[in-house]
Nanobody, 123 residues
Framework: VQLQASGGGLVQAGGSLRLSCAAS????????MGWFRQAPGKEREFVATINWSGGATYYTDSVSGRFTISRDNAKNTMYLQMNSLKPEDTAVYYCAAGRASWLARTSPDYGYWGQGTLVTVSS
């Protein structure tokens, strides 16, 4: 079972990036999924989660209105569209698959983790 995050890179403040998380080895279409991030010198924090069907989402306050989480269960892939990026969004972004089907906001709620993709926002 593998989660592969991609799409990170260097972008100027105000720009956009789209992260992808492709799952292989098994399907997660009946599980929630989420994004976390870890900035240099800080603990990993929750960013966004989506339920099994994609019909419900939840965001941390600092990204609400700027980031959009989505999923395509037919492709076993999750996305994070990040707009209006700020320097404080700089971090390694990790995707994760939940242990259950409903929204999940804490690390223990997730059983599988991707390797992370670096997002750097310059001012």
């Amino acid at each position: 079972v593998q989660l592969q995050a991609s799409g990170g890179g260097l972008v100027q403040a105000g720009g956009s990036l789209r992260l992808s998380c492709a799952a292989s080895g098994r399907t997660f279409s009946n599980k929630s999924m989420g994004w976390f991030r870890q900035a240099p010198g800080k603990e990993r924090e929750f960013v966004a989660t989506i339920n099994w069907s994609g019909g419900a989402t939840y965001y941390t306050d600092s990204v609400s209105g700027r980031f959009t989480i989505s999923r395509d269960n037919a492709k076993n892939t999750m996305y994070l569209q990040m707009n209006s990026l700020k320097p404080e969004d700089t971090a390694v972004y990790y995707c994760a698959a939940g242990r259950a089907s409903w929204l999940a906001r804490t690390s223990p709620d997730y059983g599988y983790w991707g390797q992370g993709t670096l997002v750097t926002v310059s001012s």
